[in-house]
């Protein structure tokens, strides 16, 4: 698979794409204002402890306090606490050495909230999930930090490999390392990217993050809650973290700045890979030339085409996201239930794009075309798994059921990528239906009436031309000419082709626009 990212840095932001052989598979926009990011770390103050959710919402600096329920807390919450506590208050110029951190007694997984947070103290917490329509950020205290093939979780000694690594031999060769070299009282989790690297690549990525959180613990000294003690890195580097591998064939990028971070980046975790960041100057628009702008047009909106002539009609309810998929006039063979199964595989591979695209979250419900046997169904659901194995969200595909409804859970981690590819009618404002040629008729009589007893006596309507073919249809006995018959003024009607079908405007004898 060829893996492209191509980069377009505007003055609101900086867009990226991702491209799988030459297919766009994610979108992402990085405002240049952008805060309260996914990974950010904060030095929170506890505002309000709520028993009956057992749950907390702490200031973090944000319009609406962060919501920080029990289970997020992390068995180790009683020494993040105590952990924040003497970072704000060291007077000392040197760090604490944080191997000889005394690591407090976990917390009960069936505790309460206040019996945590008693006191409303400020605590440093990371974000999970980014603020959401009317919703604050949603909180943890499982602080972790990810480097390229590790990740490190402070106040834990456990070592755990990535299960996507299915070599058994090598997994306990990953573990022997990272044991051996793993500074006490930090947990270390490796990465499936860790797969094959030797312990010196290890190694430095494991220092690397230390030295990060020696930077938490200075930051930390003196500060005044809510203030953000570290951000989480710029989009570019952290997809190039997660996803550099032998598949990526290049890196566009179309300003400087961040072609020399990207590059610097890259020449850092990957040295032999640099060749495949170049910098973009050309005249015409980045998105343009790689054929992203044509892609975002025809992927995002309600209805989403497929090549066979099958189609998905995609809509976002409060409480969740409904597909349902519809076979157009494709048709592979004469049996009811190929074509089916053949339909719905092709949606399967969309559906699993779709999701990635829009970074859809939440409970996903999949309308599929009924298929009576369950060979079929469960070819289906396990070709969605199989599409969505590229996916780094959490998720979970469950059967399709008796109904043809397969339900899907995606995490939501931020808002849902939204690009509106429409625009809305100017003639029925969205509502797909227009006022009736008799009641415009009425309505613009109604009108006319009105100016008449207000001593106006030429008077010029405009309307759009199809109008005012039914307007002076038949001419002696036309409509426009039982007006001035009624009204016993002068009255003319003339077309304009830039009004609207429903629109019309009078004009008085000197060409000005009578306002109602």
């Not at 980045?286 to 044509?294: A, L, M, P």
Request: charge should be neutral; aromatic fraction near 8%; charged fraction near 25%.
């Amino acid at each position: 698979m060829n893996k492209e990212l191509i980069i377009n840095a505007a003055p609101t932001g900086v867009e990226i794409a991702l491209l799988e052989n030459k297919k766009l598979v994610e979108l992402h926009h990085e405002k240049t204002d952008a805060s309260f990011a996914v990974g950010d770390l904060y030095l929170g103050k506890v505002k309000k402890l709520i028993p009956g959710l057992n749950a907390a919402f702490v200031d973090v600096g944000f319009e609406k306090d962060a919501f920080l329920h029990y289970t997020d807390l992390s068995p180790y919450a009683r020494s993040l606490l105590k952990f924040t506590q003497l970072c704000v208050t060291e007077k000392s110029d040197q760090i604490p050495d944080f191997s000889k951190f005394q690591v407090e007694p976990e917390i009960i997984k069936t505790g309460k909230i206040n019996e945590v947070l008693n006191g409303k103290p400020d605590i440093l917490v990371q974000i999970l999930k980014e603020p959401i329509a009317a919703k604050g950020p949603r909180l943890s205290c499982e602080i972790s930090l990810p480097g390229r093939f590790v990740v490190i979780t402070p106040f834990n000694d456990i070592v755990a490999v990535s299960k996507k690594i299915h070599s058994g031999e090598e997994r306990k060769r990953l573990q022997k390392i990272v044991e051996n070299i793993k500074p006490k009282n930090f947990g270390v989790i490796v990465r499936t990217a860790a797969e094959g690297k030797n312990t010196a690549e290890l190694h430095e990525d494991l220092l690397n993050l230390v030295e990060t959180w020696k930077n938490i613990q200075r930051n930390l000294k003196n500060s005044v809650s809510p203030s953000k003690i570290l951000s989480e890195q710029d989009k570019t580097t952290s997809i190039l973290r997660d996803l550099l591998s032998e598949d990526f064939n290049r890196v566009v990028i179309n300003d400087k700045n961040i072609y020399n971070d990207t590059l610097s980046y890259v020449n850092k975790i990957a040295p032999d890979k640099q060749d495949i960041v170049t910098h973009y100057h050309n005249g015409i628009p980045i998105f343009d030339q790689y054929g992203v702008t044509k892609q975002v047009k025809s992927s995002f909106g309600k209805t989403v085409n497929l090549p066979s002539g099958a189609y998905l009609i995609i809509e976002h309810t409060e409480a969740l996201h409904v597909i349902d998929v519809n076979s157009g006039y494709k048709s592979v063979s004469n049996n009811q239930e190929e074509n089916a199964l053949e339909t719905n595989m092709e949606a399967a591979e969309e559906i699993a794009r779709q999701l990635r695209l829009r970074d859809i979250g939440g409970i996903i419900v999949v309308d599929f075309i009924d298929m009576k046997l369950p060979d079929n169904k469960r070819k289906v659901q396990e070709a969605m798994e199989e599409f969505m194995r590229t996916d780094r969200a959490k998720h979970a595909v469950l059967a399709i059921s008796k109904f043809g409804l397969m339900q899907i859970t995606r995490q939501r981690m931020r808002p849902e990528m939204s690009i509106n590819t429409s625009e809305i009618c100017p003639s029925c404002n969205g509502t797909g239906k227009v006022t009736s040629t008799l009641l415009l008729e009425d309505e613009i009589e109604k009108r006319l009436l009105y100016l008449v007893t207000h001593q106006h006596s030429n008077l010029t309507i405009f309307v759009h031309p199809i109008l005012y073919s039914h307007l002076t249809k038949g001419w002696l006995f036309s409509i426009a000419r039982k007006w001035k018959r009624k009204c016993k003024c002068k009255i003319t009607v003339k077309p304009n082709s830039d009004y609207y079908f429903t629109e019309f405007h009078f004009f008085d004898a000197n060409d000005e626009e009578i306002k109602f």
